[in-house]
């Protein structure tokens, strides 16, 4: 069994950093980090590694929110299906940019491992598993991130699926070997400790409560003291607020919750013998084994701020739902946290205008996304990396504001409910053709015994069409730009325009 745990379990924040100084005095800097999440922590680290002088200003404590309350499973991509960003970029540049959230994953496997953060319990591979029998499907995503990717994945039949999960939910699924799980509260202060060991300064309780962007040197406010940067990088996700709210107002805030079981001794492993993180493909359940019989398990959302601890019978529902022998599971923790999803699915990676930089939108995949926006925003500023930009195609989108999160609320039901008629519905084909298979075997011996012929066997039906391979990358015409230039949408947001 895994041998993973997370640090969830052991009460209120016992990493707890030592950096509790909040700003009291003015400072120059080159670089200015909003928010000490999983993404601001990254940049502010890498930029120091490449010489830069910088301050994270967090207006709360490090990690308070979804960086400190995740599961810590770390795979490849991005929140969006890669047939939607190979639709939207083209084949070529979706290619660089799932390296580049590769890169991201690698970084974090660098980084999490015991020496440089002392219990952070690495352990490998992650199972991406189908609510619907869709085999046909599976080949062709295999395809596509074993070829065209080149990511090392697994297709799994049915039958090896559920032999190491125990339930009739699930079909195929796709193995990611690569793919790996740390403690997820470990990391963050531990990540907090890397950027202070390069030289960030970090400043906790010191909320940004206006910046003035115009000129060179750019002036951040807060409370207590005033800060003069180069660079200012926005990596509050959705509790970014005052200093630019335009920008907030780009993300769909979404409250994801999990909870931790008591131990439940040897019949967990009778039900989940998979020792990694279990993902569906819809995006709903979210689970793996933690210190040898207890479970890990993220399921409900809401798109409103609820205390966790209301959420515990949603997710014992869940449970009991997918694996109905395990009843209903104590729990003895729930935590949460608030993602920032964007309209289109793809994180807000990139310069808004010159020296004002965003990293967020990382949605439920923030672990390898974040940490690829921290390489990258720091090379771009240190180096002029501008690779930046293949994220361009993905503008910033208002998101509606209190109606789009009440839509954003009945869409996410919606597709619940509509995945789970999918599911309801594949379980009652498949058995169905159990049924026929066994009516068909029975007649076939009753026409044997009585020397009939009997009707001949009906065939299965015209087995794996092979999906259509994604279209080609659109053509650039000659003179077309190919990237839109990015900052060009940052003055409509700074000018009160989108
Ligand atoms: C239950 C759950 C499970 C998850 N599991 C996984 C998983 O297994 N794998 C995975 O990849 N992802 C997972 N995620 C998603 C992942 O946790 C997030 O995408 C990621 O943590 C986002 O990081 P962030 O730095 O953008 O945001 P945050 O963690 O929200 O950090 C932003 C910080 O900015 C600060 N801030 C905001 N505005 C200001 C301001 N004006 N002044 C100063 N500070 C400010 C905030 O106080 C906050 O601390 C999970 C999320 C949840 C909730």
Redesign the pocket.
Known sequence: MSESSTSAADGPDQAASPFRDRLAFDLDVDICV???????LTVAREAARLGASVAV????QI?????G??????MPGFGLPISDVIERVGLDDARELWALSKEGADYVRATATEDLIPGIKPSDGALEVSNVDVGEALIGRLQTLGEDFATEVEGWQVDRVRSVLRTGRYFHGIYYPKAFQIDGRKYVHGLAALAMRAGVRIFEE???VSIDFSGIRKRIVTPTARLRANHIVL???I???A?LKRLSDTLLPVW???ALTEPLGERLAESIAFPGSVVDSDGID?FRVVDGDRLLW?SPETTWNARPERLGAAVQRRVATVFPQLGKVPVAEMF????GVTVHGMPQIGQLRRGLWVA?G???????T?ALAGQLIARSILWGDDRWRLFSPFELVWAGGTTGRVAGHFVSLWARGASSVAGVLARYREGARAKERLREARLAEANLRAGTRGPALRRPPPSAVRPARPPAPRQIEDGEAAYPDASQESERISDGRM
């Open positions: 909003v928010g000490a999440g999983l993404a601001g200003l967090e207006g709360r990690g308070w929110n979804a960086s309350h995740h599961l810590g499973t770390v010191t909320p940004v990596a509050g996700n509790h970014l607020g200093p994801r919750y999990a979210h993220a949460g946290g608030a993602v967020s990382f949605g439920r995949q923030g672990l390898n974040s």
